[in-house]
């Protein structure tokens, strides 16, 4: 008899991919801190997880499976709890169910990796291996499904034909998992050869539950978006000064009277542009025929850091980051009204979450 499924949406989800050496507690945090719904830790084999003591480890607040050599295998936290697959490689039934049952109050899912094309899983029949043993599959998922509470997903590789893929993907949705992830991508093919997407989106029109697309983008590629929005701000600098103290309407917010943002001035950025912000701001103040803006710069006595604040058009802004130089910090803080502005409207949710974790 099957266990009632705990709910873990996978619909319409931004969702940090499993990475060998890569998905490991820091990492999966800092993506929930950019705007990740669902985190996968790297792939974890059974028989090492099988080896491993569950430990309560106070100091950093975390919850280790530590092997019998003391290294921690896998650390999770209550920040993660409900958002962290599990995924395992395995090409036993029983084993993958003792795996489960060992992790299921400390993570949200578990996913079974059918896509590693590695030598090191497919040699044990895991990974990419079990695309060709159908039955085994079947036997892994439906033995998860009926035998812990939480959702089963699984992460394939697309076979050489799509007929296949989408016949093995009904076979597996039958088994009660809850979401399917598709590289697609064969077992043979690697990074460098473009995504079948026209097969995912087959398999997400022949089958009823979701459809994770994996590898659709990559960390480069993210980094390589926010770099081009951050340099169109730099290049709308002046431009947006006219707009911010008509549009900013901010409160205070307990801060002396003073309207604070986290944006952090990066002096590279204007290297080859001679219109900085702290400039662009003393130009507007010019055309609209006010006071040049004037700045009261502190020095932090427990680490000798300097604030400054920018008083203009009878408004005070400032960032809350703070800066080692004097100099810097006024045109750090300085530049808080236009990197309001540049900021302003323009992002929002995952890359709102990198830019602001990044820049401060």
């Known amino acids: 008899m099957a266990v009632p499924q705990q709910t873990l949406g996978f619909v319409n989800r931004l969702i940090l991919a499993p990475m060998v050496r890569v998905g490991t507690l820091p990492m999966r945090l800092l993506a929930l801190d950019c705007g990740a719904d669902i985190v ?5 084999v059974d028989l090492k997880m099988l080896q491993c003591k569950r430990v309560v480890n106070d100091l950093l607040g975390t919850v280790d499976f530590v092997a019998p050599d003391g290294k921690a295998v896998f650390q999770t936290c209550s920040r993660e709890h409900d958002r962290i697959v599990f995924q395992m490689g395995t090409a036993d039934p029983d084993r993958a169910l003792l795996v489960a049952r060992l992790l299921e109050n400390d993570v949200a899912a578990f996913d079974v990796n059918m896509g590693c094309p590695k030598e090191y899983s497919t040699k044990g029949g895991m990974g990419a291996a079990l695309l060709s043993n159908p039955e085994n599959i079947k036997q892994i998922l439906s033995k998860l499904v009926s035998g812990v509470s939480k959702p089963i997903t699984c992460k394939i590789r697309i076979l050489p034909s799509l007929e296949e893929t989408v016949q093995l993907c009904k076979m597996m949705e039958q088994t009660g998992i809850s979401a399917i992830a598709v590289h697609g991508r064969t077992k043979d093919e690697r990074p460098q050869h473009p995504v079948h997407l026209d097969s995912v989106r087959a398999i997400s029109k022949a089958i009823s539950i979701p459809v994770i697309a994996n590898d659709i983008f990559g960390l480069g590629d993210f980094c390589h978006d926010v770099e081009e929005k951050l340099a169109i701000i730099s290049e709308t600098q002046e431009q947006s000064v006219d707009r911010t103290l008509c549009a900013l309407d901010v409160t205070d917010g307990g801060s002396g009277g ?9 002096r590279k950025r204007f290297i080859d542009n001679k219109i900085t912000p702290k400039t662009a701001l ?17 020095q932090r006595e427990v680490d000798r850091v300097f604030r400054s604040v920018v008083s203009v058009a009878g408004r005070r802004f400032a960032s809350s980051i703070w800066y080692e130089g004097k100099e810097t910090s006024r045109a750090g803080h300085g530049h808080g009204v236009p990197a309001c502005a540049g900021h302003r409207g323009r992002t929002s949710r995952g890359p709102a979450g990198c830019i602001n974790s990044w820049e401060a």
């Open 282 to 298: 003393l130009e507007w103040c010019r055309r609209q025929n006010i006071p040049q803006p004037e700045y009261n710069t502190e």
């Open 40 to 44: 996968y830790c790297e792939e974890l």
């Open 258 to 266: 003073v309207v604070e943002l986290p944006f952090r001035f990066d």
